[in-house]
């Protein structure tokens, strides 16, 4: 593997020492010819796989026709786009931008439109614990995770954390007059793959209606197909007013999107809100693409029962090793605690030629495409746990 460092990055990343040069389906290759299966997908963004020729025809046909414009003029591919989004959601308009992060500070920004609206002067957002925004200076704000914030105080004000998966403790703040939205994840991502109750969602959606707070659902991680359903919340039996969407909505292409409805659908006016490149024509026609590709294969439906199968196999080879606390997951989104922090598991994984990460400290975390084949699936937990015996194996020989 080579070394991956360069003098001339800011070193925001802890890299590892392997880079990639190639891929296809769900197989990586780096510089030295060694091939990986891919369990990351680039952290949830590549349903499709890799070199997908779906979207390799898209991006081509696209970039030979038209890039970029300005959103000062109409846009077919964001019409279009916005609208199958819509019939996916459940929701009625669509903002476009470039990220996971991008996408929620526009839930954001509604959010304080919303409560100015009502007369609300300091209008504050109800957030969990252990929860995942992103790295803007709202989105860390909103982000329940005293690490994100360290070094960057003063933080966005407007923020309440909760513990997740706690309904009494939103309750409790339904007196509060300053509260106007939720936002949640249907499954947190970052903080470990964990599943809520059953009727946490449902709860929240009533909690919602009865105060009239906005219930935003942040599904960058958990949308566009991955646990099974478009979007968790729905699958969930819950349509949020917002819910924000991003990674594999392209694949590898950057674009996020905030889906609106109701009442959250008629706040921004023009001047509100903009993005210089968000929802081009390039980068819609790719998200267009990845929808067209995702239902034509019945991918959804494919990452359910995919991950249903990736979790059998894990629970088969696992479930004897001490150290494995929980296999847990929906679709193509599982994670695997362990009772003690396993960060020098993915360098293992690497070993075997497998790409995961770990999450929260203590969760390893896959994220694969969703159109992995049978054998590529008993594969990667064949992978995964060799991964996990030889660092369990290596700490239980070390002396005392
Ligand atoms: C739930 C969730 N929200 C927001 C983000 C931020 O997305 P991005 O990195 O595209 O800004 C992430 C990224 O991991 C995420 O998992």
Request: charged residues 20%; aromatic residues 6%; proline residues 7%.
């Given at each position: 593997m080579s070394p991956q460092t360069s003098s001339s990055l800011i070193p925001s990343y802890a890299r590892l020492p392997v880079s990639f040069v190639r891929g296809e389906g769900a197989r990586l290759w780096d510089d030295e010819g060694n091939e990986y299966l891919d369990a990351l997908g680039g952290i949830a963004v590549c349903a499709l796989g890799h070199a997908h020729p779906d979207i390799t025809r898209a991006i081509s046909d696209q970039a030979a026709t038209l890039l970029h414009t300005s959103n000062l003029f109409g846009i077919e591919h964001q019409e279009r786009l916005a609208s199958r989004l819509c019939e996916l959601s459940g929701m009625e308009a669509v903002f476009f931008c470039n990220s996971g992060a991008e996408a929620n500070e526009a839930a954001i920004k509604l959010t304080r439109l919303y409560g100015h609206s009502r007369n609300i002067d300091n209008p504050r957002v109800i957030t969990f614990n252990d929860s995942f925004h992103g790295r803007t200076m709202g989105t860390l704000s909103a982000t329940g995770n005293p690490k994100v914030h360290a070094g960057f105080e003063p933080?966005?004000?407007?923020?309440?954390?909760?513990?997740?998966?706690?309904?009494?403790?939103?309750?409790?703040?339904?007196?509060?007059?300053?509260?106007?939205?939720?936002?949640?994840?249907?499954?947190?991502?970052?903080?470990?793959?964990?599943?809520?109750?059953?009727?946490?969602?449902?709860?929240?959606?009533?909690?919602?209606?009865?105060?009239?707070?906005?219930?935003?659902?942040?599904?960058?991680q958990t949308g566009v197909g991955r646990t099974g359903h478009w979007y968790a919340s729905t699958g969930m039996g819950v349509i949020p007013d917002v819910i924000t969407s991003a990674k594999a909505l392209g694949n590898g292409i950057p674009i996020g999107a905030c889906l609106t409805r109701g009442v959250a659908a008629g706040l921004?006016?023009?001047?509100?809100?903009?993005?210089?490149?968000?929802?081009?024509?390039?980068?819609?026609?790719?998200?267009?693409?990845?929808?067209?590709?995702?239902?034509?294969?019945?991918?959804?439906?494919?990452?359910?029962?995919?991950?249903?199968?990736?979790q059998l196999k894990l629970n088969q080879a696992l479930h004897n090793r001490p150290e494995v606390v929980e296999i847990r997951g929906r679709g193509m989104m599982i994670g695997i605690e362990l009772d003690t922090d396993c960060s020098t598991l993915v360098k293992a994984g690497l070993e075997q030629r497998v790409i995961f990460n770990v999450t929260a400290g203590n969760v390893l975390r896959l994220l694969p495409p969703y159109n992995l084949r049978d054998d590529e699936i008993d594969e990667i937990a064949n992978r995964v746990t060799r991964s996990i015996e030889s660092v369990c194996q290596a700490t239980d020989a070390t002396p005392a």
């Open positions: 933080l966005v004000s407007g923020f309440v954390h909760v513990p997740y998966n706690n309904i009494d403790a939103v309750a409790a703040l339904a007196e509060d007059p300053e509260i106007v939205a939720v936002m949640v994840e249907p499954i947190l991502g970052e903080g470990g793959v964990v599943i809520p109750d059953d009727d946490f969602l449902p709860a929240l959606r009533e909690l919602c209606y009865q105060n009239e707070w906005l219930l935003i659902a942040d599904e960058i921004i006016q023009p001047g509100h809100h903009g993005s210089t490149f968000g929802g081009n024509p390039f980068a819609t026609r790719v998200g267009l693409q990845v929808l067209e590709t995702l239902q034509r294969d019945d991918l959804p439906q494919r990452a359910k029962s995919g991950g249903e199968r990736l």
